[in-house]
Structures are given as structure tokens and as C-alpha cells.
């Protein structure tokens, strides 16, 4: 496992932006893929995105395509998660996680590793 910290939620009005970061806290040779998921009030935890670490296949939630951009930072081992257009149901918690394989992205049970979580609230 390795340590992952978001940053970079905050409050935003419907139709804003935000760039969520996360940061490995070390260099994740056994990690091959990285996603965004989120959890909002009194639901279950969502995939979001997620991006294959050496090549960059990306892949999204239905609900965001369009909206968001994950992207990653080779050399700064941080994944990024750009969020344009922002909508009341976009409020969550929002985690990254890190993979050791590129199967099944959009299911939490394929990461071992998780962060604390940064809260994103867009108000209406």
C-alpha cells in the first residue's frame, strides 16, 4: 500500500470548477492504475475516473463524461481529477485510490490503497 492526500476541494457555485489533486507519498513502482471515487451524503461510494498509470487509458462515470479530465503527473506521482461545470449533485467526498492492476476500474474492491478524502460542495 502506499499513502495517498487529496487536496484542493472547497466550496463552489453550479457551473464552477475545482482540480482535485492526489499525491503519492511514494514512488508507486507496484501501482498501475489510479481513480477517483466519491461519496455523497446518505449514498453509496461512485466511481468517478480512473487512468492506467504507465500508458493513460482513461476512463469515466457516465455522469461526469464531458465534465471531468483525470490526468496524471508522471514524474510528481500525482493524479489530477479537473472538474468543470459543476452541479449540486456533484457534492461528495471525493478519494483517490491506487491500483496494482488495470481490471475491473470502476470497482473499489480493485484498489488497495485509499486517501482521506476532500470534501466538494457546489452550491446551487
Known amino acids: 500500500q502506499v499513502r495517498l492526500v487529496e487536496s484542493g476541494g472547497g466550496l463552489v457555485q453550479d457551473g464552477g470548477s475545482l482540480r482535485l489533486s492526489c499525491v503519492s507519498s511514494?514512488?508507486?513502482?507496484?501501482?498501475?492504475?489510479m481513480g477517483w471515487f466519491r461519496r455523497a451524503p446518505g449514498k453509496e461510494r461512485e466511481f468517478v475516473a480512473a487512468i492506467t498509470w504507465h500508458i493513460g487509458n482513461v476512463y469515466y462515470a457516465d455522469s461526469v463524461k464531458g465534465r471531468f479530465t483525470i490526468s496524471r503527473d508522471y514524474i510528481k506521482d500525482t493524479v489530477y481529477l479537473q472538474m468543470g461545470n459543476l452541479k449540486p449533485e456533484d457534492t461528495a467526498i471525493y478519494y483517490c485510490a491506487a491500483s496494482a492492476n488495470t481490471l475491473v476500474l470502476g470497482d473499489g474492491a480493485s484498489y488497495s490503497s485509499w486517501g482521506q478524502g476532500t470534501q466538494v460542495t457546489v452550491s446551487a
Open positions: 511514494e514512488h508507486p513502482f507496484e501501482i498501475r492504475a
